[in-house]
């Protein structure tokens, strides 16, 4: 008889893992809503191409410099002061966005700065919750627990541009950071009222440095994670170029609003949602090589697309199954990683995964926003498909994944 697919949903059964990804949820919709209100706003104050794929260069770098010290202090601190802590520091930069914009002081430069600094927030927690995945769920149930963090992540690009998009067309820019300063605050106050809250596995204490160097120490170590480390640096290379230049394919080719933006922001995240249904079914199907594969054609095939069409309904479509093929790429290279990875250097490791994803992204959007720049967005979009494609044959074909999944996952 062939094994029976985990529900997508199993895991939301746990009481603790339901309010830590609540708490993501609202993370993650703050940044999506600060990332597409930063974008829109770089439109009005320069236009140029790199200026504007630079912002998600911006929002993105801070992961790769503080990735090593991240995962360290989330595998020896308290999680929830942690936690906790990311949320006021987000909370602290929406205020200062808002008052630099209210007081009409924001430059291109200002603006890149504090979307960087928001980035912090970002990868000071993001550690800490992918290290608190695995011990929340049965080991049977893990795929599915990282599957919904992907519904978690995506619901939130879903909703937060088209919340973005609202309130900027009716009340500014402003009302977004305000938002994103008021649900930072009260998702901190929630996550400081959760009862029971697992805590890192006890172990000797650890100086920051010794802690950095026994992170970097396995994963030098381990042929699995480096394998998986350099194909999500390839994906996110070339799939931040499509996110990176859509402010400019709104603006050149479609009417320049924001609702058109925030709408096709979202279809994205709608596809990536409904990938994360099917996905049980096809890790049955296929191996994480195939499902890899598969989603890096999906996206690349509709980036091209997006950089081809002229109607909207088309890009619409194209944008929801690139999300679809996102989802399915990244949740496949996250399950391998977080498998290979014993519960001792968890957080540590899943930094450095996180340095790879957000390293290749930062560096992407700054080379395709120069191509575009040199160019077109065109020709940028095009450009990173066909690299995408041939990048990643390379990286299948000659860095094999072959780790068994034997990390303690507790």
């Not at 985990?6 to 999506?32: G, I, K, Q, T, Y």
């Not at 987000?90 to 630099?100: F, G, K, P, R």
């Not at 970002?122 to 695995?134: D, E, I, K, T």
Request: hydrophobic residues 60%; charged residues 10%.
């Amino acid at each position: 008889m062939l094994p029976q697919p985990v529900s997508a949903l199993a895991p939301l059964e746990h009481a603790v893992f339901r309010s830590v990804w609540s708490a993501a949820l609202v993370a993650n919709l703050c940044m999506w809503m600060s990332d597409m209100a930063a974008a829109w706003m770089m439109t009005t104050l320069a236009a140029a191409p790199l200026w504007v794929a630079l912002v998600q260069s911006a929002a993105t770098l801070p992961v790769f410099l503080l990735g090593l010290p991240s995962g360290a202090l989330a595998d020896m601190l308290d999680r929830r002061r942690f936690l906790v802590a990311t949320q006021c520091w987000s909370a602290a930069v929406a205020t200062s966005l808002c008052l630099v914009k209210v007081g009409g002081a924001m430059t291109p430069a200002l603006l890149l700065a504090l979307t960087f600094a928001n980035g912090i927030g970002l990868a000071l927690r993001w550690p800490v919750l992918a290290a608190l995945v695995p011990t929340l769920v049965p080991r049977p149930q893990l795929p599915a627990a990282l599957a919904l963090n992907g519904v978690s992540m995506n619901a939130s690009r879903l909703a937060g541009p088209l919340l973005a998009g609202a309130l900027i067309s009716t009340i500014g820019v402003e009302a977004v950071f305000v938002v994103n300063a008021l649900l930072s605050v009260g998702t901190a106050l929630v996550l400081l009222r959760l009862r029971r809250f697992p805590a890192a596995a006890p172990r000797a204490p650890e100086r920051l440095g010794v802690a950095i160097g026994a992170g970097v120490q396995f994963v030098v170590r381990s042929a699995r994670v480096k394998a998986v480390l350099l194909r999500v640096g390839v994906f996110f290379f070339h799939s931040t170029c499509l996110i990176a230049l859509l402010p400019l394919v709104v603006h050149e080719r479609f009417d320049g609003a924001a609702t058109t933006f925030s709408l096709l922001f979202g279809c994205m995240g709608a596809g990536a949602i409904l990938a994360a249904g099917i996905l049980p079914r096809l890790r049955l199907a296929f191996d994480r090589d195939a499902l890899v594969l598969r989603g890096v054609l999906l996206h690349a095939g509709m980036s091209a697309l997006v950089a081809l069409s002229h109607h909207l309904a088309l890009t619409m479509a194209a944008m929801a199954l690139s999300g679809m093929a996102w989802m399915v790429t990244v949740n496949s290279l996250s399950v391998s990683v977080q498998l290979a990875l014993p519960d001792w250097v968890r957080a540590r490791g899943m930094s450095i995964y996180q340095m790879a994803l957000m390293g290749g992204s930062a560096l992407g959007a700054a080379v395709w926003g120069q191509v575009a720049t040199v160019a077109s967005f065109q020709v940028s979009l095009l450009l990173a498909a066909a690299s995408a494609v041939a990048a990643m044959l390379i990286t299948l074909r000659f860095v094999q994944d072959r780790g068994e999944d034997d990390a303690t996952v507790t």
